[in-house]
C-alpha cells in the first residue's frame, strides 16, 4: 500500500512564525501535491512537483513556497504565517504519467493565532 | 481555478437506503476518480475510471464514467453507518498534471 505520511497531525502556531510542513513518501512517486481544505470550498491546490527540485504553482501559491531536494519528501513552507493560513493542509504524491491516482496523507491541520 | 459540479451538496438517509451522487464538468475528462474523507482525516481513493462508459464496483460502491467524458456517478447500495463520510470527485483533464475537484457530498445518516 501506498503511504503518505505528514509531520503533524495538528500544530499551533503565531502570526509571522516561519511554519514548516512535511510529507514524505514511501512508494517512489514522481509527483506530490500541497492542497489546503477549507469547509465550503473544497481542495485547493497550493504547489506541485513532478521531479526533483521542480515544482509547479498550483491555484493559491501566495504566501506558501514549497522544497523538493528528495523524490520522496515534499515540504510546504508559509514564511510568514497569517490567521487566514489557518487550514487543514494536505499533501499527495501520485506515480506519474499525469496526476492519475493521488494518494493521500492524513492531513496537517494548522491553527495560527 | 476550475471546479467540477458536483451533487447533491450533502444527503440525509437511512440506515439501508441507496445512495446516489454525480458530477459534471464543460469540459471532457480522460480519468474520473471518487474519493471519501473521513472526518480529520485525509480523502482515501474508492474507485478509479479511465474509459468512457466503464461501470465499475468495489463493494457496494458502483462508479460510472460517462459517455460524453463530461460526468460520473457514483452510487452507494445499502448503505451503513460507517458510509458517513464527504465524498469527492475528481476528473483529469487530457495532458494536465493537476486533479480539478468537486466541492464534495457530505453524507449523513439518520439516527
Known amino acids: 500500500d501506498v503511504k503518505v505520511t505528514q509531520s503533524s497531525r495538528y500544530l499551533v502556531k503565531r502570526t509571522g512564525e516561519k511554519v514548516f510542513l512535511e510529507c514524505v513518501q514511501d512508494?517512489?512517486?514522481?509527483?506530490m501535491f500541497w492542497y489546503r481544505q477549507d469547509p465550503g470550498l473544497g481542495l485547493r491546490l497550493i504547489y506541485f512537483?513532478?521531479?526533483?527540485?521542480?515544482?509547479e504553482k498550483g491555484d493559491i501559491p501566495e504566501g506558501y513556497s514549497v522544497s523538493r531536494e528528495k523524490k520522496e519528501r515534499f515540504s510546504l513552507i508559509l514564511e510568514s504565517a497569517s490567521t487566514n493560513q489557518t487550514s487543514m493542509y494536505l499533501c499527495?504524491?501520485?506515480?506519474?504519467?499525469?496526476?492519475?491516482?493521488?494518494?493521500f496523507g492524513p492531513g496537517t491541520r494548522l491553527t495560527v493565532t | 481555478g476550475q471546479q467540477l459540479n458536483q451533487s447533491p451538496q450533502s444527503m440525509f438517509i437511512q440506515e439501508g437506503e441507496d445512495v446516489s451522487m454525480n458530477c459534471t464538468s464543460s469540459?471532457?475528462?480522460?480519468?474520473w476518480l471518487w474519493y471519501k474523507q473521513d472526518p480529520g482525516e485525509g480523502p482515501v481513493l474508492l474507485i478509479a475510471?479511465?474509459?468512457a462508459g466503464e461501470l465499475t464496483s468495489n463493494g457496494r460502491l458502483t462508479a460510472q464514467f460517462g459517455i460524453t467524458r463530461k460526468d460520473s456517478f457514483l452510487n452507494i447500495s445499502a448503505s451503513i453507518p460507517s458510509d458517513v463520510g464527504i465524498y469527492f470527485c475528481?476528473?483529469?483533464?487530457?495532458?494536465?498534471?493537476?486533479?480539478?475537484w468537486g466541492a464534495g457530498t457530505k453524507l449523513i445518516i439518520k439516527p
Open positions: 499527495a504524491s501520485s506515480s506519474g504519467q499525469g496526476a492519475d491516482e493521488q494518494y
Open positions: 512508494m517512489d512517486h514522481e509527483n
Open positions: 512537483s513532478y521531479d526533483v527540485k521542480m515544482k
Open positions: 469540459s471532457i475528462f480522460n480519468t
Open positions: 475510471l479511465y474509459k
Open positions: 475528481a476528473g483529469q483533464l487530457w495532458s494536465n498534471y493537476q486533479l480539478i
